[in-house]
């Protein structure tokens, strides 16, 4: 059995940014990717109630929070989503994710 690991953190996302970078933004794209996740039936149990409570440095969505199908979906969708939000993409579009889903549901 795989070791767990952090997939994404609130904190690191934060680190990274310019100075005029938007914390909501980041704390956007976590809620979605969380809410994606949970409404997919991903999530071995929920991790947030809230936006608010996703507005936490140490929230982090970890492998041993998702399903095995929620983490084939990740390693199959999020680099390539996270990478989209970097061009600007609205955190709210997870057609990526939703391809990934597909792939993974289809085989």
Known sequence: MEKPFTIGKV?????????????????????????????????RHTLATSR?????????IRSDHLTDEGLAV?????????KA???????SKTTILEKALEKVRLG
């Open 11 to 43: 904190g690191w996302v934060l680190q990274r940014l310019p100075p005029d970078g938007s914390r909501d933004r980041v704390v956007d794209s976590f809620w979605v990717l969380h809410e994606f996740l949970r409404t997919n039936g991903l999530l």
């Open 74 to 82: 990740m390693r199959a969708g999020y680099d390539r989503w996270c």
């Open 85 to 91: 939000l970097d061009r600007g993409t609205s955190p």
């Open 52 to 60: 608010e409570t996703v507005d936490n440095e140490d929230f982090a």
